[in-house]
């Protein structure tokens, strides 16, 4: 009987326990693999699943259907490391959604349906190490501070989405990038392409497939060519190209100046013929006096 009882106990104990931590709390048509992983890939949610538990640290929902984060979700499951939003519908991540004190290192948002990506989105999180943002087919803007204060991202991916251009800036604050997907977007190979251009020649170690990897459109005939064809000499025209404004300072001051030369010829020339008037004239007065004399 004692011997019974010291069996019993401890199994009570962990039964118990487990339902307290995990298996009570697992959301219904989730699988909870153990006490802090909360698994509901592929279950067709519109939303995001509850129950939660609150120290859930890695969280799968990729494969449904949820279109937005509520803005309080990471202040509530503030543990929360891995967050794996993949193939969604998330067309915007609100402000403030993610702040600095975020323990977020991993956040997939590929094949969701973001638009653009605008100053704070991310909220100068310094824990997040690995953003995915590939293949958004309507992503056409990234602000150039959209990563600003990501101290410790190590890799971005923006490949697939439909960027025709991005500013340096964008990745050039990150400290610790190390690699950054950014092929198949319709990139132009514009003037404004020269200084990214400028800076992925300088940091090809970090593109998977070098710059060779990457297509751009020529402004000129629509002609797609890889970077690793173009130099940048390419982008020197760009320097020299004049804005409407030098150009209507150029005509105007060209005019002034044409102006400027046929009233001062036609002022000389009078001056002139007025002297030779002059001239004759006071000779003639001369011959008269002679005359009078
Ligand atoms: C995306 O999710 C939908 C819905 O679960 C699924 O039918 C589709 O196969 C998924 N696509 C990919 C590429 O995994
Ligand atoms: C994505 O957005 C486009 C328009 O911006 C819309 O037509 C499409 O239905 C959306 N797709 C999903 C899966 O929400």
Same mark, same amino acid.
């Not at 990563?147 to 610790?176: C, D, H, K, M, Y």
């Not at 710059?211 to 402004?219: D, F, I, K, N, Y």
């Not at 400027?260 to 002059?278: E, G």
């Given at each position: 009987?004692?011997?019974?009882?010291?069996?019993?106990?401890?199994?009570?104990?962990?039964?118990?326990?487990?339902?307290?931590?995990?298996?009570?709390?697992?959301?219904?048509?989730?699988?909870?693999?153990?006490?802090?992983?909360? @698994?509901?890939?592929?279950?067709? *949610?519109?939303?995001?699943?509850?129950? +939660?538990?609150?120290?859930?640290?890695?969280?799968?929902?990729?494969?449904?259907?949820?279109?937005?984060?509520?803005?309080?979700?990471?202040?509530?499951?503030?543990? /929360?490391?891995?967050?794996?939003?993949?193939?969604?519908?998330?067309?915007?991540?609100?402000?403030?959604?993610?702040?600095?004190?975020?323990?977020?290192?991993?956040?997939?948002?590929?094949?969701?349906?973001?638009?653009?990506?605008?100053?704070?989105?991310?909220?100068?999180?310094?824990? +997040?190490?690995?953003?995915?943002?590939?293949?958004?087919?309507?992503?056409?803007?990234?602000?150039?501070?959209?990563?600003?204060?990501?101290?410790?991202?190590?890799? /971005?991916?923006?490949?697939?989405?439909?960027?025709?251009?991005?500013?340096?800036?964008?990745?050039?604050?990150?400290?610790?990038?190390?690699?950054?997907?950014?092929?198949?977007?319709?990139?132009?190979?514009?003037?404004?392409?020269?200084?990214?251009?400028?800076?992925?020649?300088?940091?090809?170690?970090?593109?998977?497939?070098?710059?060779?990897?990457?297509?751009?459109?020529?402004?000129?005939?629509?002609?797609?060519?890889?970077?690793?064809? *173009?130099?940048?000499?390419?982008?020197?025209?760009?320097?020299?190209?004049?804005?409407?404004?030098?150009?209507?300072?150029?005509?105007?001051?060209?005019?002034?100046?044409?102006?400027?030369?046929?009233?001062?010829?036609?002022?000389?020339?009078?001056?002139?013929?007025?002297?030779?008037?002059?001239?004759?004239?006071?000779?003639?007065?001369?011959?008269? @006096?002679?005359?009078?004399?």
């Amino acid at each position: 009987m004692l011997l019974c009882v010291r069996w019993i106990q401890p199994l009570l104990a962990l039964l118990s326990s487990a339902l307290l931590t995990w298996g009570a709390i697992c959301p219904p048509s989730c699988l909870c693999p153990d006490p802090h992983t909360v @698994d509901c890939s592929g279950r067709g *949610l519109t939303r995001l699943p509850e129950p +939660l538990p609150l120290d859930v640290r890695r969280l799968l929902l990729s494969n449904n259907w949820i279109p937005k984060i509520p803005s309080d979700f990471l202040v509530l499951y503030s543990d /929360l490391v891995y967050l794996d939003l993949r193939n969604n519908s998330i067309t915007q991540i609100e402000a403030g959604t993610i702040s600095p004190s975020s323990r977020l290192v991993f956040l997939d948002l590929g094949s969701n349906n973001l638009t653009e990506i605008p100053t704070g989105t991310f909220g100068e999180s310094r824990s +997040l190490i690995k953003l995915r943002l590939g293949s958004n087919p309507y992503l056409s803007m990234v602000s150039e501070d959209a990563f600003l204060g990501l101290t410790s991202l190590r890799e /971005l991916e923006l490949e697939r989405n439909a960027l025709s251009s991005l500013q340096v800036g964008a990745l050039s604050q990150l400290p610790s990038l190390k690699v950054v997907r950014l092929e198949g977007n319709p990139w132009v190979c514009d003037c404004d392409f020269s200084e990214l251009f400028a800076w992925l020649v300088e940091n090809r170690d970090k593109l998977p497939n070098g710059v060779e990897g990457l297509e751009c459109m020529l402004p000129m005939d629509g002609q797609r060519v890889t970077l690793d064809q *173009l130099t940048q000499d390419s982008f020197q025209k760009c320097n020299e190209t004049l804005t409407l404004t030098d150009l209507l300072i150029i005509i105007f001051s060209g005019i002034s100046v044409s102006v400027a030369a046929i009233m001062t010829s036609f002022f000389l020339a009078s001056t002139v013929h007025c002297f030779q008037r002059w001239g004759k004239g006071s000779k003639q007065d001369d011959d008269d @006096d002679e005359e009078e004399d």
